[in-house]
């Protein structure tokens, strides 16, 4: 769910893969961010209401990625994934590291791109420093 | 009672307009700046201008010892969230949900929302009567048993009109409460009653059983062969 940078992104690796891939996202004009030779199957519709889910297939999948731009979007539709589809494999990205720590805590599959950028930055910002020390 | 109020759109505005005349303490949290100025200058300063789903915002609104949280925005989504981190990070005992999609309730209640509002649930329950696909009008549910209480006007097309109730074949764990006929005069019904068209039927129901139920009550003679 959500056919931004991220989530046409992770359809295109998956799909290249061999993967058979479903994409939804509210805006039609979404879809063109997506490469050329993307085989998937891509929806316009509501990735928080049930029946949209329902009739994209969403009780066939074997997983669920929530990758719209709004966190609490992701939380709901994650959520109807888990709880109402019974999908096994739900994993929802949620920008706010305090709302990923507290739905992490209640069960739901989180990544907070937030966190894990600052991350990567602070790590890469150790390694330049040590580099020129290094050299000499 | 402290009660604390999700989004200051009308819903909003007129539920904290009438808590506060009720002498309740009131606060409206809002991410507009506009609406919040309207609520401030009109009820006085109960606006806290920020976004209610966030745990911050919510630890300064003092969450923790708010008898009562309700969120009534117009995004479902919104409205979950704002419930779910007020419930589990802040332990408030009671929380409301307003839904805009009705078939939300299913979700908002496995996920803890004690209470859920759809309007449009509720104009569908005051019309569904007229309408010959939706017979069946939720009355009451029946907490935590996971029964309910439901009403169905016996349509003259009915397949089950002029039988008795030993006759007809329930899905299980449903059962005829109460018969109202046109006239309005109740009878206690028993197996030899006889079911006539426009009878209102009050039955208790399984949640699951209400769609067999539905069938039971309201399909045309027909359909049934």
């Keep these: ?136 | 009672m402290y009660i604390i109020i999700v989004g200051g759109g009308k819903v909003g505005y007129y539920l904290a307009k009438q808590l506060v005349e009720d002498g309740h303490e009131v606060l409206v949290i809002e991410k507009d700046a506009a609406k919040c100025q309207q609520i401030t200058d009109e009820l006085g300063d109960i606006a806290l201008r920020a976004d209610g789903c966030e745990g911050v915002t919510l630890e300064a609104a003092g969450t923790g010892r708010a008898d009562l949280f309700i969120s009534v925005t117009g995004d479902d989504e919104d409205n979950l969230v704002a419930c779910q981190v007020a419930k589990n990070k802040f332990d408030v005992r009671r929380t409301v949900a307003r839904l805009n999609n009705p078939k939300n309730e299913v979700i908002f209640k496995k996920l803890g929302i004690d209470t859920t509002v759809s309007s449009t649930a509720l104009i569908l329950a005051n019309i569904e009567q007229e309408l010959p696909s939706h017979p069946l009008i939720p009355q009451l549910t029946i907490k935590g048993s996971g029964l309910e209480i439901v009403e169905v006007k016996v349509p003259p097309s009915s397949a089950i009109v002029g039988k008795r109730i030993g006759e007809v074949l329930l899905p299980q764990q449903c059962l005829i409460a109460l018969i109202i006929d046109e006239e309005g005069v109740p009878r206690v019904p028993a197996s030899d009653t006889t079911i006539r068209a426009g009878d209102e039927v009050v039955a208790v129901t399984r949640r699951e059983s209400k769609d067999a139920l539905r069938l039971v009550l309201a399909t045309p003679a027909r359909d049934t062969g």
């Design chain 1, 1 to 136: 769910m959500g056919c931004g940078r991220v989530g046409a992104a992770l359809a295109a690796l998956l799909n290249r893969e061999g993967q058979e891939v479903t994409i939804l996202d509210i805006d039609p004009d979404a879809f063109s961010q997506l490469p050329p030779d993307f085989k998937g199957r891509c929806f316009v519709g509501n990735g928080i209401d049930q029946d949209v889910l329902q009739r994209i297939g969403l009780a066939e999948a074997d997983a669920f990625v929530a990758a719209s731009p709004g966190d609490n979007r992701n939380v709901m539709a994650s959520q109807i994934a888990k709880h109402i589809f019974g999908v096994r494999k739900v994993v929802c990205r949620i920008f706010d590291p305090i709302r990923e720590e507290l739905y992490h805590s209640l069960g739901l599959e989180t990544i907070s791109p937030t966190r894990e950028v600052a991350r990567l930055l602070k790590e890469a910002l150790e390694k330049e420093a040590e580099t020129p020390k290094g050299e000499g």
